[in-house]
């Protein structure tokens, strides 16, 4: 799989965790990328608490590590 790829399956899987976490609430991964690399913008609607950051940081790890487990054979 492409590094593009991987970029749209994690996103898929964060968007997923996000629906499963806040059946009212949507969430938004952007990855960009810069002359230094990749960029990842990461929003939760009704960002604005900490909480909801905590929160976002979460469903991104989360989302890399179904991705991750996703690509190993068992």
Known sequence: MSAYGSCIAARGSFVSVIADLYGDRTGE???????????????????????????????FDLAL???AAARVPS
């Open 29 to 59: 991964f952007v990855v960009g990328a810069t002359e230094n690399g990749l960029t990842f913008q990461i929003n939760i609607q009704g960002d604005g608490g900490g909480g909801i950051a905590q929160v976002e940081i979460f469903c």
């Open 65 to 67: 590590r179904m991705w």
